[in-house]
């Protein structure tokens, strides 16, 4: 059996105090660098969604939009049957997501045509 030297008590302090101290560095550190990637994947990932919708506006006929009452008689109108079949074969580009029109009709949101 060996005696414990006073170097050796005085070097496992040490060694505690510094995990002690490195512990909540680096778990702040990971904390950090995980919330920055995160904040990079969600501006990419907005601006996909903003190109993909300016996309979409861009191939909406403003005229099909302005003969919508975005109520449920616009399903028999020939400007609603394009507009929907537009958003469906858009939406083929972006399988997993839905795509829709949205209005604001006497202070109210209201939907319309959607894939």
């Known amino acids: 059996m060996?005696?414990?030297?006073?170097?050796?008590?005085l070097?496992?302090?040490i060694w505690r105090?510094?995990?002690?101290?490195?512990v909540p560095v680096f778990l702040a550190g990971g904390y950090w660098a995980a919330q920055w990637r995160a904040d990079i994947a969600d501006r990419e990932a907005r601006r996909a969604l903003l190109?993909?919708?300016?996309?979409?506006?861009?191939?909406?006929d403003y005229e099909y939009v302005q003969a919508?009452?975005?109520?449920?008689?616009?399903?028999?109108?020939?400007?609603f049957q394009r507009l929907r079949?537009?958003?469906?074969?858009?939406?083929?580009?972006?399988p997993g997501r839905s795509i829709f029109m949205l209005a604001k009709r006497g202070g109210d949101v209201v939907f319309g045509p959607g894939s």
């Open 2 to 9: 060996t005696e414990e030297t006073a170097t050796d008590r």
């Open 11 to 13: 070097t496992r302090r």
């Open 17 to 22: 105090v510094v995990s002690a101290l490195l």
């Open 51 to 60: 190109r993909q919708a300016a996309s979409i506006a861009r191939a909406i």
């Open 68 to 79: 919508l009452s975005f109520t449920a008689a616009d399903r028999v109108l020939p400007e």
């Open 85 to 94: 079949d537009g958003m469906m074969g858009y939406q083929t580009l972006i």
